[in-house]
């Protein structure tokens, strides 16, 4: 398991955030090896992607979000080659999925947090795609994943599962 952001460990709700990270634990779809909690979308955590998404750290779409992995994992590959980089295997990152994905995408988004494992962490949400794209993207829109693309957004995500 991925550990919490340094600025979570000493807070009083990095156990409560622990265990919501680990309760609800099921496989993204019917032969995952991965599995990830199944979480509802409380008004905490909404404001908190609703803040991410106004300050453009809020991602949308499995194109999009896997092209935003791939800029980011090249850069931290030239960090390491040079030595600067270490793995911290912590939370930096964030993939929201909702309830109403096929197997194949929910292949497809396993194989996202398995590439990237080492900062990001899956949370499916119980709720459907068309609600998640109406409150984030606009009126018309169908989101079923988000990906939460800077670790103080992230942060803030993570505290939000202590206020369930």
């Known amino acids: 398991m991925l550990k919490l952001p340094k600025s979570l460990e000493a807070d009083a709700r ?3 955030i622990q265990q919501e990270l680990t309760r609800n634990m099921k496989p993204l779809w019917s032969e995952g090896r991965l599995k990830v909690p ?4 409380n008004l905490a955590l909404e404001k908190a992607l609703s803040l991410s998404r106004r300050a453009g750290q809020l991602r949308g779409g499995l194109e999009n979000i896997e092209a935003c992995l791939r800029r980011e994992q090249q850069g931290l590959d030239a960090l390491k080659k040079r030595q600067l980089g270490q793995d911290s ?5 964030l993939l ?3 309830s109403d994905g096929s197997e194949r995408f929910y292949r497809h988004c396993e194989s996202l947090l398995s590439g990237h494992g080492d900062r990001i962490a ?3 949400l ?3 795609s068309q609600v998640l794209g109406q409150k ?3 009126k ?3 989101v079923k994943v988000l990906l939460v693309s800077h670790k103080d957004f992230v942060v803030r995500a993570l505290e939000s599962l202590a206020d369930s």
């Open 136 to 138: 984030f993207f606009g």
């Open 140 to 142: 018309d829109a169908q």
């Open 122 to 124: 899956g949370i499916r």
């Open 96 to 98: 929201l999925m909702s």
């Open 14 to 16: 990095a156990v409560s």
């Open 38 to 41: 199944t979480l509802e979308l």
């Open 126 to 128: 119980n709720v459907p």
């Open 89 to 93: 295997g912590r939370i930096s990152r």
